[in-house]
C-alpha cells in the first residue's frame, strides 16, 4: 500500500505511517525517525594497511617553559622524549611567530663569519641553538620533516668556500 502524505502540510507538521516518521519541512518530508530491526552479524573484518615507517611531520615539545632571557641552548624533545635531529635542514622553526633560518655547519657555501638575527643550528650535541638569548614569553613552534636522515657532502668541485673568501677566484 502506497504512503498518503496529507496533501496541504504547515512547516514542521509530521506524519507518522508504520514505524516511521516524517516532517514537513516546507519544501518536502524528510524522515526523521525510524524503528530498527535487530541489528545482524557482523562481517568479516578487513586486512589491516600497512603502518608508516614515519609521521610526515613530527612536532617538537613547546619550548616556551625554557625561555628565560639567557639560555640559547635546548634539548628538542616530542611528548617528553628526546628528538635526534641529525639533518638540521629537515627542522621547521618559528620564533614568536617569524620562521627561523636553518644553518648547517657542514654547507660549503654557508658562511661561519656572518653573524645573523633570527638563525637557528643543531649542535653536535644534538641541542637546538638559536643565535642570541631567547627572551621570556616568546611564542615556539618546533616541527621535523621527513627526509634524508643525514645530509651528504658534495666534493666534486674543483675550488673549497675558502678559496672564495680570500678571492683566489
Not at 504547515?10 to 519544501?27: A, E, I
Not at 524528510?30 to 578487513?46: E, L, N, R
Request: glycine share 8%.
Amino acid at each position: 500500500m502506497a504512503i498518503q502524505f496529507p496533501s496541504n502540510p504547515s512547516v514542521n507538521q509530521t506524519y507518522t505511517y508504520g514505524s516511521r516518521t516524517w516532517t514537513w519541512t516546507g519544501y518536502g518530508w524528510q524522515a526523521t525517525t525510524t524503528t530498527q530491526g535487530p541489528q545482524g552479524i557482523q562481517g568479516v573484518q578487513g586486512v589491516q594497511g600497512a603502518a608508516s615507517a614515519i609521521a610526515e611531520v613530527q612536532p617538537l615539545d613547546d619550548l616556551r617553559p625554557q625561555f628565560n632571557g639567557q639560555e640559547t641552548r635546548f634539548l628538542p624533545s616530542y611528548q617528553s622524549s628526546a628528538v635526534s635531529i641529525t639533518n638540521s635542514f629537515r627542522l621547521l622553526v618559528s620564533l614568536n611567530g617569524i620562521v627561523q633560518k636553518v644553518k648547517n655547519s657542514s654547507v660549503v657555501w654557508d658562511n661561519p663569519l656572518l653573524i645573523e638575527s633570527n638563525v637557528v643550528r643543531v649542535d653536535d650535541s644534538g641541542y637546538i641553538q638559536f643565535a642570541t638569548p631567547v627572551p621570556a614569553g616568546s611564542t615556539f613552534d618546533g616541527r621535523v620533516m621527513t627526509g634524508p636522515v643525514s645530509t651528504t657532502l658534495t666534493t666534486t668541485y674543483p675550488f673549497n668556500a675558502a678559496d672564495l673568501l680570500i678571492g683566489a677566484f
